[in-house]
């Protein structure tokens, strides 16, 4: 008897607010697999977590093998994130992060950090490999700011290029092909 394997499902989800990467939930909040169950029937799991109120790009799939790749330390993911500060951010701060912030758990850089050229100074856009523990808020909180919205924009060389909030798509055999790399 030869077991059949459940094919391989990729997806990309854009994370709207208010709604949890864990697959399931006592307190029956909204969660990411309410959004995609009414089409996909195989059991995804989301490639590491969003916090509640960050919104943004987040893998699923059913594929472990490319999960712990994804979410492992060691394989250096880049993510991008979008953020709106309480106020505006310091050119001094700006370099701070850029040289490395110590934390409880350790000093963290990040790859990149730019303001938005048409934007006011709490608009940033910050790049890091980091997969910590919301690394981002600890990182801005530990500088004395409030973050407002926090979007992660980009993954694993991902964007949400056409993907509205709270849509999903299938990655396409190229994007699958580049995250095994």
């Given at each position: 008897?030869?077991?059949?394997?459940?094919s391989k499902v990729y997806l990309l989800l854009n994370k709207p607010k208010n709604c949890i990467t864990t697959v399931s939930d006592d307190a029956g909040r909204h969660s990411v697999i309410d959004l995609i169950s009414d089409e996909i029937k195989q059991r995804v799991?989301?490639?590491g977590r969003l916090d509640r109120n960050t919104t943004g790009l987040l893998v699923l799939t059913n594929d472990g093998e490319m999960a712990l790749k994804l979410s492992h330390p060691r394989?250096?993911?880049q993510k991008i994130y979008h953020l709106l500060l309480d106020k505006s951010f310091t050119r001094n701060d700006m370099k701070t992060i850029l040289s490395g912030v110590e934390l409880e758990d350790g000093v963290i850089k990040v790859d990149d950090?730019?303001?938005f050229p048409d934007r006011p100074k709490q608009h940033l856009m910050v790049a890091l490999h980091s997969g910590k523990y919301r690394?981002?808020?600890?990182?801005?909180e530990h500088l004395g700011y409030g973050v407002e919205k926090l979007d992660r924009a980009g993954y694993a060389g991902l964007?949400?290029?056409r993907l509205e909030v709270g849509k999903w798509?299938?990655?396409t055999n190229a994007e699958i092909a580049a995250l095994k790399k």
């Open positions: 008897n030869v077991v059949r394997s459940e799991y989301p490639v394989f250096e993911v950090a730019q303001y690394i981002v808020r600890r990182l801005f964007t949400k290029a798509r299938h990655l």
